[in-house]
């Protein structure tokens, strides 16, 4: 009986497994999963979501706009992303004001430094590295939503005694990204160059640890947040 070569989709996973475990032990991540989080706490979790967010479609942008020739066919996937990607950061201010939030006052209100480093790290690497890296942010995200969006929702839907539609982003990107995920181990799969492999590996390490520094921090949240709350 013979058995299918590993492909790059299946080293990238393997090769990040420790970094991925990490994030999904967090406290705060699993207390949420079990439905043990303050309402407190998922307005700051969606209002550092929404200042990731909207960066998701100009990040998208970079990315295609420095992609080299030979990767016409991936650039072609990044207007794919733009596509379903575009708008989402409204979703989770209507999110925040479903929870009792001020809608305009989130808006306005400044990241929380983990959240302003992730998105800024997101930016160097597209600028001054390989933007194929900007597939590890892709692979972050992307998974930990699908692992953990739907479920969190369910818990937190239920322990918060808040309405349905204060969860429309959990339950949105949970549904949404594993309609992705095929489509993104497709892409994985095709790249060829080991220098582009390796970039979205480092660059997926890096991020599943700044993405979890931002569930690490989320309960130090300033005040200018607390008053918009």
Request: overall charge negative; glycine content about 6%.
């Amino acid at each position: 009986m013979t058995t299918s070569a590993p492909t790059f989709h299946d080293r990238l996973l393997a090769e990040t497994r420790r970094e991925r475990d990490g994030l999904i032990a967090i406290p705060i991540v699993q207390e949420a999963l079990a439905g043990r989080v303050a309402r407190a706490d998922y307005v700051a979790f969606l209002a550092q979501a929404f200042h990731h967010v909207r960066h998701t479609v100009p990040l998208l942008m970079a990315c295609g706009a420095r992609l080299p020739a030979r990767l016409e066919w991936l650039r072609a996937a990044v207007g794919e992303y733009i596509e379903e990607e575009m708008g989402h950061h409204e979703w989770i201010l209507d999110d925040l004001a479903a929870c009792g939030a001020d809608r305009e006052a989130m808006a306005r209100s400044a990241p929380a430094e983990a959240t302003e480093l992730m998105v800024a790290y997101a930016y160097d690497t597209i600028a001054r590295g390989n933007p194929v890296g900007f597939f590890g942010m892709v692979l972050v995200l992307e998974g930990t939503s699908v692992a953990l969006a739907t479920r969190a929702a369910e818990a937190l839907e239920t322990s918060l005694g808040l309405p349905r539609n204060a969860f429309t982003y959990l339950r949105s990107h949970g549904d949404l990204d594993v309609a992705h995920t095929g489509f993104y181990e497709t892409l994985m799969n095709r790249l060829d160059d080991e220098d582009d492999r390796r970039a979205v590996i480092h660059a997926a390490k890096r991020f599943y640890r700044l993405y979890g520094d931002v569930f690490r921090t989320l309960r130090d949240a300033p005040a200018a947040l607390a008053e918009a709350a």
